[in-house]
């Protein structure tokens, strides 16, 4: 038995029926949309199982599981919105970015032909531009900033 029941009401299948016809919209909302309409059993609604969701639409069950859910949970305005972010902070601000780019960019350490990014990850930290920082923090600023160490003998450059 199905834990979370679409059971919608005429305006609301009238407001999905209006957002698929409708010509401009996120493909995420008619996608949900359209998901809502199959799943309803109310009197106007097919009341589709989730295989049959599936195979109709070409989603995964899961992503009806999950749309079933956030109906019931947050409600019918809510639950075609986007889920927000993790809003994960991030671990080096600007300045720490460019100190970085800084360094990359600078001389590698004698003895080695390029920076690797455990050098430059504690490189950062020896020169006090921050407490500590992983070499995948590193790998992941550079790799947004489109720099690569070794790319060159002297450091990183543009592709």
Known sequence: MKKHIVRLSVEERQHLIDLVRKGKVAAYKRRGAQILLKADIGKDGPGLKDEQIVETLGVSVRTVERLRERLCKQGFEKC????????????????????LITLVC???????????????????VELDYIDSVSYETVRQVLKKTKLSPGRRKSGASLP
Request: proline share 3%; net charge positive; aromatic share 6%.
């Open 106 to 124: 600078s001389d590698s350490p004698e003895g080695f032909a390029c920076w690797t990014l455990r050098m430059l990850a504690d490189k950062m």
């Open 80 to 99: 075609l919105l986007r889920a927000k972010g993790s809003g994960r902070k991030r671990k080096l601000d600007g300045v720490q970015e460019a100190q």
